[in-house]
């Protein structure tokens, strides 16, 4: 029973987060998210934002943004699987449900991205 509930209340914090999210990235027309299982989103080939199973939202940066952003918010390095996802920093929960301080974030990161060359793509045409 008490697992039940657990699981209840984390499906309500995900939910939420993951409409958090969605509503972030509808401020920037030129960004789509992808992923229905696992939320993010891409430039060029280059993911730069996710939402991961435990709600928690990460962004990617420069290597000077990355560090900046994590000293100024406290913020950890995002860990996927065990490893270190180079150039992410996950977003502190007061942050992420701030859409207005958020933005900006987002906007450093899109930019990061789009000075990135491009992946080449592996769809057959």
Do not use: C, W
Request: glycine content about 4%; cysteine-free.
């Amino acid at each position: 029973m008490l697992f039940s509930i657990l699981v209840k209340l984390h499906d309500m914090e995900y939910s939420e987060a993951l409409k958090k999210y969605e509503e972030l990235v509808a401020h920037f027309p030129a960004i789509q998210r992808k992923g229905k299982a696992n939320p993010y989103t891409s430039l060029n080939g280059h993911m730069f934002s996710f939402l991961d199973k435990e709600a928690r939202l990460s962004l990617r940066f420069s290597d000077e943004g990355q560090k900046e952003f994590m000293e100024k918010h406290n913020a950890p390095l995002s860990i996927q699987y065990g490893s270190v996802m180079r150039g992410y920093a996950v977003v502190p929960l007061d942050l992420q449900k701030d859409i207005e301080a958020l933005k900006p974030y987002f906007a450093q990161s899109v930019a990061f991205i789009s000075s990135l060359k491009p992946k080449p793509t592996t769809k057959k045409k």
